[in-house]
């Protein structure tokens, strides 16, 4: 039997001791057997506990031999993934793409890598609302928890429980569990986590560190005592003074810390040490009241793979809340990430008003902004900033509300406290800021309402100093220059030409500050995503450019605004969720810039009367929620249990999120997903030399080409592995390739099994039955019209009507995103990009297309290909429609006319979102790097070109000569740019 790829990176050791010592990655790890009853998993999450390195110190007495060289032992107890391979015994049911989550038994751990076989009673299917982030932290702590209190305990409702250590991840999931049979908890804990676990639904809690719960709880008043592995000693003390006689039960953990020989109990007490057994059984009983929306996994932080040793010294220190998550194939994605910290008015108003717990916990799964005003206290910004900075990786970037400009909200007065009451006090407040972020990626969003008030008529901004203050914030956060700045306008001042003529030139200046990447509107507001377009557009036409482009505040829009009021108004609902997937081509985001609940301020006349800005607002939080997006068409409740019966179902799937939430505010934007070239795995056998380079490759989204070169298997195969690999939230991106006479030109790629248009039909649903509706990126047969335009050999191919057929079938999943391929050469002069336009606005009638993407298999440098897709969206008289970049080999451009297996490339950028570039939506690797173009040995090559293998095989000498002008991060052989 044959696994993807024949060897992967796992963690391992060959002898007990130090986790830290010990602990190697070997690069180059090969499958064990496959017994009859296990599964092999690919890995895409695992977490570390406490038992990780204590079975490397002192392992042998658990797993009765010693690893050795010739018999390395792997690590790792939680994970989840996807199978990959089956036994040949009984797998009750699993089959090839299942997505599973569980723990390994003792004498065969090894999570920690990217592939690791388990016996089938070890697993369970992963929980349908989690992501694997968060079951790879459910196996350990919450089959322990559950066995200790149902199993052990025999936990029922009404009952009383005492949990010792409800801040460690165990004594987390127990208070869960406990309250989910309906059980009374207390629990021990920190000053420092008491919020944390007082949310999760403890009743009580004792802050060990100021009192001993010994002398707090009645004698003989608790049913139930569960040690976390805290205070195993206390059997022989407290206990026997807490526990009810003769019913009382007390479970503590194998290797707990203080144990000591126990007495018998002199009040007939039960005592049980365990030691947590795996089973899918009770896994299945997890996922329950996981899917219930009774248990959850606290995420205190997440590391790669290869930072291993990082993630363990921090759970050794003792300081985490919540699991430490290892990503381990997940890093294949192209993940565009945004993290926050809830804010800081949930925590409380979860507690103060449990009706309104469901309801927040729903909003702090999406990205909301981190305001750093100087409203708060400088121990209280430092303490935001610190657990911003501290929760949220150096991959992600940030996203911060900077307000705090002298004599703030001016008109009003609502926000206008605060400690900044001079420039220099501004600067100085900047300056806490930017030493805080450092050259960390962030997204800045400018001094909200600050340009509205300095441009509208009768302006008291103009007065209050607002320009110069804004230029020196604007120069200030440009300094780093991995800063994104979004310069807030009130939206009032582009609702029409006049007044936005009034904003641009205060832009124009700001600009000329530092690096101003456009603006955010309706901040706070109400004002409708449409409406909003529209104030965007007067906004690009009164600056003369579409280069500033714009963000939405979407936090309470849903309605739009039947009145002029601004203040808490009673009609506002929580809008559609974060996301860069705003549907309108100049709108980057739709954001929750103002935290949904949060007052205006105490407002009157036909207003809610509110509380202070800033402070939470019951009221006006729960007319939010019942008239907001989630009732109306995500299918929850209303405060007070009602569902929306006429909620738009079919709306679900058409909203992307920006973010979905790890707890504790880490969040995830979209990712991009692909699986590894098929071609990759036989070149690292092939070629053991290439081995590292190639899987630094596959760290990236690399698009997955269905084409008809290759059999109905290979396809099928294909698709099945994408479609179970690829999260339902991710973006599948495929390239099509497979219309009738392909490469009519060159004829390298000619060959394959589509001769006809009814070939064609039966090709493209075989794709879209496998995609269903699914989201996906699709690139419209790479070449087709630039051999098709201007009378190309296309032309006579009926490529123009096959295209048409693509593109009809294609856009019947609403979920897909359409971009057709265009070669370059068309773009480079407008009489050509006018041709390509005729063509595009035809396809347009079939179906819905997105945009276009260029320089595919191509060697075009980034900067050229912005001045084509400039002349494409010129020609098609809009800029509608976007482009995309293929990257894959155009590091160093192309010095000739040549484009096969040209010897001067190099490996581009890699696959991001972040081009820094308004009409560009994505670099992208579309030619799998590595792969030939043909063995090009016609005379019309010229001695620029390489004489390759056929199209689409592994190309060792073109990869070779790729490698050593490679620009991807962490390679060996980064070239300098």
């Known amino acids: 039997m044959s696994y993807p790829p024949t060897t992967f990176k796992a963690f391992e050791f060959e002898e007990f001791g130090d986790a830290v010592e010990v602990l190697k990655l070997n690069p180059l790890a090969v499958h064990k057997p496959l017994q009859p009853t296990e599964v092999c998993v690919k890995v895409y999450s695992a977490a570390v506990n406490p038992i990780d390195y204590s079975l490397l110190k002192y392992g042998k007495s658990f797993v009765g031999k010693n690893p050795s060289r010739e018999n390395p032992f792997r690590s790792g107890f939680d994970m989840a993934g996807v199978i990959v391979a089956i036994g040949v015994g009984n797998v009750r049911g699993f089959k090839v793409g299942d997505k599973v989550f569980g723990m390994p038994d003792v004498a065969n751990t090894g999570s920690f890598a990217e592939y690791a076989n388990v016996d089938v009673k070890f697993l369970a299917p992963k929980p349908t609302n989690m992501s694997f982030n968060d079951a790879a932290g459910v196996p350990t702590v919450g089959e322990t928890s559950y066995q200790s209190l149902v199993d052990y305990g025999k936990l029922k409702a009404g009952q009383r429980v005492l949990i010792l250590g409800g801040g460690s991840s165990c004594g987390m999931f127990a208070i869960q569990i406990a309250k989910a049979i309906g059980a009374e908890v207390i629990t021990t804990c920190s000053s420092r986590n008491t919020e944390l676990v007082k949310s999760l639904g403890a009743d009580n809690i004792i802050d060990y560190t100021q009192e001993k719960w010994g002398d707090v709880l009645l004698e003989h008043s608790v049913d139930f005592i569960f040690d976390c592995a805290m205070e195993s000693d206390s059997w022989n003390f407290e206990v026997q003074k807490i526990l009810k006689p003769t019913t009382g039960i007390f479970v503590t953990l194998a290797g707990a810390r203080g144990m000591s020989s126990p007495i018998e109990s002199p009040i007939g007490a039960s005592r049980f040490c365990i030691f947590a057994r795996s089973r899918s059984s009770y896994l299945e009983s997890l996922t329950q009241l996981i899917e219930a929306g009774k248990l959850k996994t606290v995420i205190n932080s997440v590391y790669p793979l290869d930072k291993l040793k990082d993630a363990i010294k921090e759970q050794m220190a003792r300081r985490v809340q919540g699991k430490i998550i ?11 990430w945004k993290r926050y910290t809830a804010p800081n008015s949930y925590s409380g108003a979860k507690t103060d008003h449990p009706e309104f717990a469901t309801a927040i916990e729903a909003l702090e799964k999406h990205a909301i902004a981190s305001w750093f005003t100087d409203r708060l206290s400088t121990d209280e910004r430092s303490t935001m900033m610190s657990s911003l900075l501290s929760e949220c990786s150096e991959d992600t970037r940030l996203s911060i509300v900077v307000y705090g400009i002298p004599n703030k909200d001016c008109d009003a007065g609502y926000s206008s406290g605060g400690s900044v009451k001079s420039t220099s006090d501004y600067q100085a407040f900047l300056k806490e800021l930017t030493d805080a972020v450092g050259d960390r990626k962030v997204l800045y969003v400018v001094e909200p309402d600050a340009v509205g008030l300095l441009t509208k008529e009768g302006s008291c901004g103009s007065a209050a100093g607002y320009l110069d203050n804004l230029k020196i914030a604007v120069e200030a956060l440009s300094a780093n220059a991995n800063a994104k700045l979004y310069v807030d306008v009130g939206y009032w001042m582009l609702a029409d030409s006049t007044s936005a003529s009034l ?25 409708s995503n449409e409406e909003v377009a529209s104030y965007c557009s007067n906004f690009q036409t009164a600056m003369g450019s579409n280069d500033m482009t714009c963000i939405v505040d ?186 009738p006479d392909k490469d009519c030109n060159a004829g390298l790629s000619s060959s394959g099994t589509v001769q006809s248009t009814s070939d064609y039909e039966s090709f493209l649903k075989e794709l879209t039955d496998a995609v269903g509706s699914r989201k996906v990126l699709y690139i419209v047969e790479p070449d087709a019209i630039g051999l098709l335009a201007n009378d190309g050999c ?16 294609l856009s019947a999943n609403s979920n897909a995103q359409l971009y057709v391929d265009v070669g370059y050469w068309l773009l480079a002069d407008s009489t050509n990009a006018a041709a390509v336009a005729t063509i595009i606005n035809e396809l347009k009638a079939s179906g819905t297309l997105k945009g276009v993407t260029i320089n595919t298999s191509n060697y075009r440098s980034t900067d050229e290909v912005t001045t084509y897709c400039t002349n494409f969206q010129t020609a098609i008289g809009s800029t509608d429609m976007t482009c995309i970049i293929d990257t894959s080999r155009n590091y160093n451009g192309s010095p000739s006319t040549d484009w096969c297996n040209v010897k001067t490339a190099g490996i581009g950028k890699p696959p991001t979102s972040e081009t820094g570039i308004s009409n560009l939506d994505y670099f992208m690797w579309i030619k799998p790097p590595g792969e030939s173009d043909g063995v ?42």
């Not at 296309?794 to 079938?809: E, H, I, P, Q, R």
Request: glycine share 10%.
């Open 326 to 336: 290892i990503e381990i194939n997940l890093a294949r994605h192209v993940q565009f």
């Open 794 to 809: 296309g032309a006579s191919a009926g490529y123009l009507d096959n295209l048409k057929v693509a593109v009809a079938a």
């Open 936 to 977: 090009c040995t016609d005379t019309s090559y010229s001695s620029e070109s390489l004489t390759g293998v056929s199209a689409g095989s592994f190309y060792q000498e073109g990869f070779q000569l790729f490698e050593v002008r490679i620009n991807v991060p962490g390679s060996c052989r980064v070239k300098t740019m």
């Open 503 to 527: 904003v641009a030139p205060v832009l124009k200046e700001l600009g000329s500050c530092g690096k101003v990447k456009g603006v955010t509107i309706n901040t706070s507001n109400y004002r």
């Open 554 to 739: 979407t936090s309470r829009n849903y309605n739009g605004s039947p009145t002029s009021d601004w203040c808490n108004v009673a009609t506002a609902g929580v809008g559609k969720p974060p996301t860069s997937e705003t549907g309108i081509s100049n709108l980057d985001y739709f954001m929750w810039i103002k935290p949904p609940g949060e007052s205006d301020g105490e407002c009157t006349s036909g207003s809610l009367t509110g509380t202070a800005a800033g402070t939470f607002f019951p009221e006006g939080f729960k007319l939010l929620w019942d008239k907001g997006y989630f009732v109306s068409e995500g299918g929850m409740a209303t405060i007070d249990g009602n569902t929306d019966q006429n909620q738009n179902q079919n709306q679900n799937g058409k909203d992307i999120p920006l973010a979905h939430c790890l707890p504790l505010g880490a969040v995830y934007a979209e990712d991009l997903c692909s699986i590894a070239p098929s071609s990759y795995s036989g070149a690292k056998t092939a070629y053991p030399a290439l081995a590292s380079a190639l899987e630094t490759m596959e760290q990236y989204s690399i698009a997955a080409w269905y084409t008809d070169r290759l059999s109905d298997s290979d396809r099928s195969t294909m698709l099945s592995s994408l479609t179970s690999e690829c999260s339902e939230d991710s973006r599948m991106t495929i390239a099509v390739y497979g219309i």
